[in-house]
Antibody
Framework: QVQLQESGPGLVKPSETLSLTCSVS?????????WAWIRQPPGKRLEWIGS???????YYNPSLKSRVTISVDTSKNQFSLKVNSVTAADTAVYYC?????????????WGQGILVTVSS | EIVMTQSPATLSVSPGESATLSCRAS??????LAWYQQRPGQAPRLLIY???SRATGIPARFSGSGSGTEFTLTISSLQSEDFAVYFC????????FGQGTKLEIK
């Protein structure tokens, strides 16, 4: 079964770039599926950041599109998230998740999540 | 953006009883609605998709209903492991989530 694990720095300075990686096990990224990032700021609701198909097609939340990049590294069976010009509002638990090609746009499974704090 | 509103924010129920959680969409999402469970320290788990279809391995005591703008998640015969946070997600448009309902032991 697919398992996902986020990794990356837990602290990022304002105006810098947040970079996270999701390692996928139990499934080859190049076989298909959509790969997504979702975040939850403290005390707020979950927010879909964006999704990427293994072939490279990307879909982003319109409110974040200008600052976000999702990419896939099939050689490492990983996908990544970059958020540019971060502020305190980007402090959140970041989750990676998957969506099967044959299903609609809901997510299963999810990673455990990683807390990223934006602070100087 | 489709705004999802869940109620109540917290629900206190005794083990063995049933719980009914609500989710409302700001505009119709047809049956494009999913429910997730999140236990403390764990990854969110998909429970229901298509408003009423149980995901693989989800017990029959979890059931979903509704369409359009009004949706319900019902959990019957509550067990200790069911006390968690539940949130809904619409996928009729780009995905948006409800703010969650915390189901706690009474």
């Amino acid at each position: 079964q697919v398992q996902l694990q986020e990794s990356g720095p837990g602290l990022v300075k304002p105006s810098e770039t947040l970079s996270l990686t999701c390692s996928v096990s139990g499934y080859s990224i190049r076989s298909g599926n959509y790969w997504a990032w979702i975040r939850q700021p403290p005390g707020k609701r979950l927010e879909w950041i964006g999704s990427m198909y293994h072939s490279g097609a990307t879909y982003y939340n319109p409110s974040l599109k200008s600052r976000v990049t999702i990419s896939v590294d099939t050689s490492k069976n990983q996908f990544s998230l970059k958020v540019n010009s971060v502020t305190a509002a980007d402090t959140a638990v970041y989750y990676c998740a998957s969506r099967a090609v044959t299903t609609a746009n809901y997510f299963d499974p999810w990673g455990q999540g990683i807390l990223v704090t934006v602070s100087s | 953006e489709i705004v999802m509103t869940q109620s109540p924010a917290t629900l206190s129920v005794s083990p063995g009883e049933s719980a009914t959680l609500s989710c409302r969409a700001s505009q119709s999402v047809s049956s494009n609605l999913a429910w997730y469970q999140q236990r403390p320290g764990q990854a969110p788990r998909l429970l229901i998709y298509g408003a009423s279809s149980r995901a693989t391995g989800i017990p029959a005591r979890f059931s979903g209903s509704g369409s359009g703008t009004e949706f319900t998640l019902t959990i019957s015969s509550l067990q200790s492991e069911d006390f968690a946070v539940y949130f809904c997600q619409q996928y009729n448009s780009w995905p948006t989530f409800g703010q969650g309902t915390k189901l706690e032991i009474k």
